[in-house]
């Protein structure tokens, strides 16, 4: 069975970074395509950056230049660099598959972003 746990959230003023991280359990994220989503209150849950197997990573223009996706293959871990954090980066953040072509899978917890102005 997979699981995915997020962590590393927390409450950070306007500028300021963080590191969130994705463990896994029942498969092995350096073969899969993976993403970071957010969603913030009363809006849609939306892709904010993702990896390839190969090592490939993609932002939403809204990221770009802010926040990095690195891969730790030795921990099985995806995580996410946030730096220059802005208000409208609050969120819950999940990690998951980036495609119904790569798969989904069952969505952890999450793990809460709070960026103060």
């Known amino acids: 069975q997979v699981r995915l746990v997020e962590s590393g959230g927390d409450l950070v003023q306007a500028g300021g970074s963080l590191r969130l991280s994705c463990a896994a359990s029942g498969i092995t994220l350096s073969t899969r395509h993976m993403a970071w989503y957010r969603q913030a209150p009363d809006k849609e849950r939306e892709l904010v950056a993702d990896?390839?197997?190969?090592?490939?990573?993609n932002y939403a223009d809204s990221v770009k230049g802010r926040f990095t996706i690195s891969r730790v293959n030795a921990e099985n871990t995806v995580n996410l660099q946030m730096n220059s954090l802005k208000p409208e980066d609050t969120a819950i953040y999940y990690c998951?598959?980036?495609?119904?072509?790569?798969?989904?899978?069952?969505w952890g917890p999450g793990t809460q972003v709070t960026v103060s102005s």
């Open positions: 998951n598959g980036a495609s119904p072509y790569s798969g989904y899978y069952p």
């Open positions: 990896i390839t197997s190969a090592g490939n990573t």
